[in-house]
């Protein structure tokens, strides 16, 4: 199925994890992509795994740090210059930061979390409504987090900025349906991908496994997600099936946001 053919669509994070895997998913269905990441060699992992897949589309790639507004713009006026539109947009880029009592987090690491994760969610959509509402269409997945629908504990930052991103989604969706805009977010729950990893090591270090079996023992499914299965959902958000989706939130987290 084609969903995407002839369609542009930017992702930031696109060198990894969920950025990654959409990457590769929006790619067999069509879409040309404008792939967003500070990180050169994740970038070209990315562009072989959608050659590899047998991506039909054009593919871009932007070297950029979404805290910075001019390298913002440059990749949104990448999409427009190359390929003529920016017809979906999966605001990703994100980071989790160091885990920490409140009290302990930081000002420094506070401010490092909420710039990428908030700020660069904002910058984003700024830059990518412009052309989105001359165009009078387009859909925008931003990523939040079940952090960012429930306190998670030692992750100030995070939650902070992903309850914003939650905020920004909702206050976007009312400004921009009227323009034929959608404007979502997903809350992924525990998907295993080098973030989450990342953090599992933190916790557990060498036994990084186990506290992962542990972490994920409360779930209802009692598994990681795979970064294919957020893929198969931003694909749908981003797709015309999702036409009278607008201003939600949707959690992807084997149910484990029903326990709270």
Not at 83 to 97: L, P, T
């Amino acid at each position: 199925m084609a969903r995407f053919d002839g369609k542009t669509v930017i992702i930031t994070g696109a060198g990894s994890g969920l950025g990654q895997a959409t990457a590769v998913r929006l790619a067999q269905e069509g879409a040309n992509l404008v792939l967003v990441d500070m990180s050169e060699e994740g970038l070209a992992q990315t562009k072989q795994q959608i050659a590899e897949a047998g991506g039909t589309g054009g593919v871009e790639v932007v070297t950029a740090n979404v805290t910075k507004s001019e390298d913002v713009q440059r990749y949104a006026d990448v999409a427009v210059e190359t390929f003529g539109s920016i017809d979906g947009f999966f605001n990703n880029a994100g980071i989790e930061g160091k885990q920490n009592l409140t009290e302990d987090f930081g000002d420094d690491e506070f401010a490092k979390v909420v710039a990428v994760n908030l700020t660069g969610v904002f910058a984003g959509m700024a830059a990518v409504l412009k052309q989105m509402r001359k165009q009078g269409s387009g859909s925008i997945v931003n990523t939040a987090s079940v952090g960012g629908i429930r306190g998670v504990g030692n992750q100030s930052g995070y939650a902070a900025s992903k309850h914003g991103v939650v905020g920004l989604t909702r206050n976007s969706a009312r400004e921009y349906g009227e323009h034929g805009i959608s404007i979502n977010a997903i809350a992924p729950g525990a998907i295993m991908t080098a973030m989450v990893e990342g953090s599992l090591r933190q916790l557990g270090g060498e036994n990084w496994e186990a506290a992962g079996k542990e972490f994920v023992s409360v779930n209802p499914m009692k598994r990681f997600g795979q970064p294919e299965e957020v893929a198969a959902l931003v694909a749908f958000l981003l797709s015309d099936d999702s036409g009278f989706i607008n201003g939600t939130v949707i959690p992807i987290d084997g149910g484990q946001h029903a326990m709270y």
